[in-house]
């Protein structure tokens, strides 16, 4: 089981075009440049822009990231996340992209059956396996243990809201 695991990763990754290629000297991206060159996270970016976190998810981290995709971000009235994007509800904004991170590195092997976990936003996120796909709240995980240089990310196919 777990070889077919790896192997569905390996496959999902190339699918989604994001791998573990390194830069040169043999380093791996940051959390943003890895979702960046991605090419499924334009939404995700902006909206890191607008809450001022890009260097936070660039910074030393480890950091989890729960990240979800431009499809994602699109079962979001237009109207709604515009309205989000602007200066005046970057507080909001930061609560909502808060709730996808987890200080330190959760892989996928490290989930065992129903758990909860701390996000920077102060709130925790539940986390379990339903029918053999990872869940976290009613998100479902799409492609698992994406590497970074300072963390993982975990794509996700519905936006968290606290």
């Known amino acids: ?37 991605g090419g499924k996270f334009k939404t995700l970016i902006t909206a890191l822009e607008a809450a001022g976190l890009v260097e936070t998810l660039k910074g030393k981290g480890p950091f989890t990231v729960f990240a979800p995709t431009d499809e994602a971000f699109a079962k979001i009235d237009a109207a709604t996340l515009a309205d989000l994007l602007k200066p005046e509800n970057k507080d909001k904004l930061t609560a909502i992209l808060t709730y996808h991170v987890v200080s330190g590195k959760v892989m996928s092997s490290d989930i065992k059956g ?15 396996i339903n029918y053999g796909k990872v869940m976290i709240n009613e998100a479902t995980v799409t492609v698992p243990d994406v590497n970074a240089d300072n963390g993982v990310i975990h794509i996700i196919d519905t936006v968290l809201l606290p």
């Open 114 to 128: 129903d758990m909860e976990a701390p996000t920077v936003n102060g709130k925790s996120l539940s986390i379990k």
């Open 1 to 37: 089981m777990k070889k077919f695991s790896i192997i569905l990763f390996f496959v999902t990754s190339l699918f989604t075009g994001l791998n573990s290629i390194g830069h040169a000297g043999g380093h791996l991206p940051d959390l943003v440049e890895t979702a960046a060159k």
